[in-house]
């Protein structure tokens, strides 16, 4: 089943794939994933258990191995994570410099990060703490005005005031799906939104927003209840 229109209002998007790297040995199967805009979606799981592999898929870097990820979801798609670094010489005006007005209007319409990167304009990107830069790098990808948002990992490791200004940053998300994969419980209790599991165990369903519920489900996904 595959209903495609992520720009109607109220509708939003159902997926049903497979997900691996091997047809004969596909990691999930019957993969049922429906979402609107201002869902946010926790995928939990330790390392290797194929949260990875579920961005990738919807990004579009691999294909499914079964039904399809359309181009108004791979063309959407936005990521943060350590595995995207700006060079570390670029100062932070540079970067908005190179993002142009879109960058400004992200930078005024969130006042966490206007107040964390407002005063640090002058500094190379390289000096800034991990907090800080993951910060730059959310008013990057939101200047994208793209409709999905897939946080890898990237509230890890961050320290207590930069990581809440980017929980509260991401929790004012209306206009953007909002995927956080994890392995720590922690940070989606923060974070909100719903959950399943990429590990085989049935997690409980809530969703913060007051909107249509998304459910993910197959064969070895957490069912949502």
């Known amino acids: ?11 939003g998007m159902e997926l049903r794939i497979d997900i691996g790297y091997d047809r004969k040995r596909p990691l999930y199967t019957d993969v049922c994933l429906s979402f609107v805009r201002g869902d946010i979606i926790n995928v939990v799981g330790d390392n290797g258990s194929g949260k990875s592999t579920l961005y990738k898929t919807l990004c579009g870097s691999i294909p499914p191995l079964r039904g399809k990820v359309p181009r108004e979801v791979t063309d959407s798609c936005m990521l943060v994570s350590d595995t995207i670094r700006p ?8 970067v908005f410099d190179l993002l142009g007005n879109s960058a400004s209007t992200v930078r005024d319409a969130y006042p966490q990060i206007s107040s964390v990167l ?3 304009m002058g500094r190379r990107i390289g000096s800034l703490s991990f907090g800080q830069r993951r ?9 994208s005005s793209k409709s999905i948002l897939i ?6 490791n961050l320290d207590f005031i930069n990581r809440l200004a980017c929980i509260q940053i991401v929790q004012r998300l209306d206009d953007q799906v909002v995927f956080n994969t994890s392995h720590d419980l922690g940070d989606v209790i923060e974070l909100g939104g719903g959950s399943f599991s990429s590990i085989g165990m ?11 519920p998304w459910r993910a489900s197959g064969s070895s996904w957490g069912h949502g209840f």
């Open 151 to 156: 946080l890898d990992e990237a509230l890890a």
């Open 202 to 212: 049935p997690m409980h369903l809530s969703s913060m927003r007051a909107r249509e």
């Open 118 to 120: 407002g005063p640090l």
């Open 135 to 143: 910060i730059l790098e959310i008013a990057s990808v939101l200047s």
């Open 1 to 11: 089943l595959l209903i495609y229109d992520i720009c109607s209002e109220g509708r």
């Open 87 to 94: 060079p570390s010489e670029l100062l932070v005006s540079d």
